[in-house]
DNA sequence: CTGGGTGCAGTTTTT
DNA sequence: CTGCACCCAG
């Protein structure tokens, strides 16, 4: 097929509804080099992107596994793999002799997806059997490994001088205590706290790619920062464990090695065909080492192609830098010495109604902050309406309400007459926007409560609300009975909040036991089986098999053929799996799901296992909570109204919109000031995170979140506001020129 | 509409 | 412990 029956074939694509716009088309056909792609909310990004993979394999031929296309999130990966088959299904009916290209074998997938499976794929021997942590794994691991936590204070306080010269990542709220630790009280934090901390220093190590001879060399807490971190990784490595950040690092190393020959230059198969193309979406939440990781990938044929929107990068507090996006072209410069490259902006919209364009178009120029230089890419265009949207109706409106619940209440009110008039056909086709969706008084809570009273369904996966489940109680409860069957340990643990929790279910337990003689039963049995074992000697079952035998007995086992009580206890085991293979400090062959008795006579599980256990895995639910599972491909079902983050709803669209929280000024304080101090240290010298002051990276962040909130919207966008909101205007209501919210919209 | 006192609640996320 | 929302007085 030839470049022009393609673009012919793609735009006669039913049900897509437009055709394919100039810069559109220069990303499709674009040849070799660097590509930059500038675009704005419903610019057609994904699909130009996808077309534009397409367009290698139908037009160019080039091989199918040649071609690595990665992108932020699972479910963007899922939806970008989605559309590359049905679009070639379709080309393929179009033209039978495509038949044979087998698209399947494209790279898609997020960075970390790619680099865990095609060092596995290749061997590579840096990465032989290792098990990659979650957060929550890296925590534990952590707090079990590293001598900063340990509980030996002879030890620990060689890490002494590492806390106050960090007060920005330790200084933070405590759940557990309800404190904030204080740098100038001479004391360390408590451990739970010191590990948290602790994994964001290390992640950012890795991610910012610093140079830890210079900071080891910068003495005092920089030094002790250094030895902490370096002894984590060893240990890390040691035991065959890896995170998220490491595995990145691992990726580069594996990249610079020989071992990445076949992996990068091919043997000229189908099988091996090299790397050909690396495109990329969401390249303005990319980070340092994932950018460096992207220019090795393509240093060979220089065809990288990076798609993304400098206004709404959002993931800062996880190392994202907008700067990769808005430098591209100096980074090309400065490592390829390409004098000049290819850059597209993609600028007309297609998904809003043009009044809605206006506003958040207007909404950002209306901060003098992100119009300084490096805060968006230079000479972007204003968007322009393209879609076939319209209408006389006001786009754009603000309620203002007298607190939160009334606001709830015109919302659930608003969303039943929605319904009623027909205006809309299904709950979902509203979405609830907020900075965070915990159901809690000022945050989702009202909200759940009002919709509740009007018997309108809602999807909130998010709230944190895991725990609070009556299975997980009683399962959980049911674990203690039997580990800890008189609370003994439970007693010793200093932090009232685990206490609590633990209590709790321990008594959703016993009422619900108290009708069901045979779990009852089984549990009490089991907890003295354990109490009579002799001293020192293995239980015999790890602590995973008694979570699953559990399960056996009514009502757990009616209730695991619920779907959703099933999924919640899924993500309950795999917590506690993830404690299980945390390998125990004191015998790394062992385990911490590896249960054994006290060395005292009839002390049953080990009083130390039993109090660590509280300590670190509960000490961590306990302050954090836990959220649902959520479907792998689908990002909210139908017949519900979804309540969404606005970091969720990034790359969706909603025929109505209503954000709420407009003066909320959350922002991760401690990513911003770690961003600071540690640039001295960057071995990156493209990085211009001194640029900005604190404050403007503070508002710069908070302008995007509001700007990603406001451009979901297709049909509609209704402002939630309560007093206390309007009568001092935050963020959300536009900058300091004459632009704001109450100019720009109408009341209702 | 504004200021002071009181009471509640405590961020976003990648396999 | 701090920041925000809310209430009530002026």
Not at 218 to 243: I, M
Not at 291 to 311: Q, R, W
Not at 466 to 489: F, H, N, Y
Not at 590 to 604: A, C, I, K, R
Request: with cysteine; hydrophobic share 35%; glycine share 6%.
């Amino acid at each position: 097929m030839n470049l022009d029956d393609f673009i012919n074939a793609i735009e006669a694509i039913p049900g897509r509804g437009f055709r394919l716009d100039n810069n559109q088309k220069i990303v499709i056909s674009h040849g070799d080099g660097p590509l930059w792609v500038i675009a704005g909310p419903g610019s057609g990004k994904t699909d130009s992107i996808v077309f534009r993979c397409l367009k290698l394999l139908v037009v160019d031929k080039v091989s199918p596994a040649s071609i690595i296309l990665t992108t932020f999130t699972e479910k963007a990966a899922n939806n970008l793999q989605t559309r590359i088959s049905q679009y070639m299904q379709y080309l393929i009916a179009i033209d039978k002799s495509l038949e044979t290209i087998v698209y399947n074998r494209i790279r898609v997938d997020t960075l970390h997806g790619l680099c865990n499976d095609r060092m596995q794929e290749f061997r590579f021997t840096g990465y032989q059997n290792y098990r990659l942590l979650d957060d929550i794994e890296q925590r534990l691991f952590i707090i079990e490994h590293s001598s900063s936590t340990s509980l030996d204070s002879t030890v620990s306080q060689n890490y002494d001088d590492l806390w106050p010269g960090f007060p920005y990542v330790f200084a933070i709220f405590d759940p557990l205590t309800t404190s904030i630790w204080n740098p100038n009280s001479g004391r360390p934090p408590n451990r739970n706290i010191k590990t948290k901390g602790l994994s964001k220093l290390f992640n950012r190590i890795v991610e910012d790619r610093l140079d830890t001879n210079a900071m080891y060399a910068e003495g005092g807490s920089w030094e002790t920062l250094v030895k902490a971190y370096e002894e984590y990784r060893n240990k890390l490595f040691d035991n065959y464990r890896c995170d998220f950040a490491h595995v990145q690092l691992k990726f580069l190393d594996f990249l610079k090695s020989q071992q990445s020959s076949l992996f990068l230059y091919g043997d000229g198969t189908d099988q091996y065909p090299g790397v050909k193309h690396v495109l990329v979406d969401e390249y303005q939440d990319t980070n340092q080492i994932q950018e460096e990781i992207y220019f090795k990938l393509a240093e060979n044929s220089k065809n990288l192609c990076v798609v993304g929107d400098d206004d709404q990068a959002l993931y800062r507090f996880r190392g994202g830098t907008v700067d990769c996006m808005v430098n591209f072209e100096n980074s090309c410069q400065q490592k390829w010495k390409i004098p000049e490259i290819t850059s597209v902006f993609l600028s007309t919209n297609y998904r809003s109604n043009p009044g809605i364009i206006t506003f958040y178009d207007g909404y950002m120029r209306s901060f003098q902050e992100m119009s300084l230089p490096g805060a968006r890419v230079r000479g972007k265009p204003p968007l322009t309406a393209g879609s076939a949207i319209n209408g006389s109706y006001p786009p754009v409106a603000i309620h203002r309400g007298k607190n939160a619940d009334e606001v709830a209440e015109f919302f659930a009110n608003m969303l039943e007459y929605l319904l009623d008039k027909q205006l809309i056909h299904d709950y979902s086709e509203c979405v609830l926007l907020l900075h965070s969706t915990k159901r809690s008084k000022y945050k989702a809570g009202p909200f759940m409560d009002a919709l509740e009273n009007h018997n309108i369904p809602y999807y909130n996966p998010r709230s944190k609300g895991l725990l609070e489940q009556e299975e997980i109680k009683v399962i959980l409860g049911g674990l203690l009975k039997i580990i800890d069957p008189s609370s003994t340990a439970q007693r010793a643990v200093k932090f009232p909040a685990i206490r609590e929790i633990c209590d709790e279910w321990r008594g959703e337990f016993d009422r619900v036991a108290a009708n069901n003689k045979d779990l009852r039963d089984y549990v009490t049995s089991y907890a003295n089986s354990i109490l009579r074992m002799g001293p020192s000697t293995s239980v015999g079952v790890n602590l995973l098999e008694i979570f699953y035998d559990l399960l056996n007995f009514p009502p757990l086992s009616d209730w695991i053929d619920d779907p959703e009580r099933s999924t919640r206890i899924g993500v309950v085991c795999n917590v506690l799996d993830a404690y299980s293979n945390v390998p125990n400090s004191k015998n790394t062959k062992n385990m911490l799901g590896f249960l054994y008795t006290s060395s005292n006579v009839n002390q049953g599980i080990s009083f130390t296992w039993r109090k660590n256990f509280y300590y670190s895995l509960l000490g961590l639910l306990a302050s954090e909570g836990l959220n649902e599972a959520e479907d792998e491909i689908e990002n909210f079902p139908r017949g519900r109204v979804p309540i969404m983050t606005i970091h969720q709803s990034k790359g969706l669209e909603f025929p109505l919109v209503f954000v709420y929280g407009l003066s909320s000024a959350i922002v991760d304080m401690a990513s911003v000031q770690m961003e600071s101090d540690f640039a001295k240290f960057s071995r990156n010298s493209n990085n211009s995170s001194t640029r900005f002051t604190t404050e403007q990276k503070v508002k710069q962040d908070l302008v995007r979140r509001f700007f990603v909130a406001y451009s979901r919207a297709q049909y509609a966008l209704i402002l939630l506001a309560k007093r206390t909101e309007y009568t001092r205007p935050g963020v959300g209501f536009g900058g300091d020129s004459n632009w704001t919210v109450f100019g720009n919209t109408i009341e209702i």
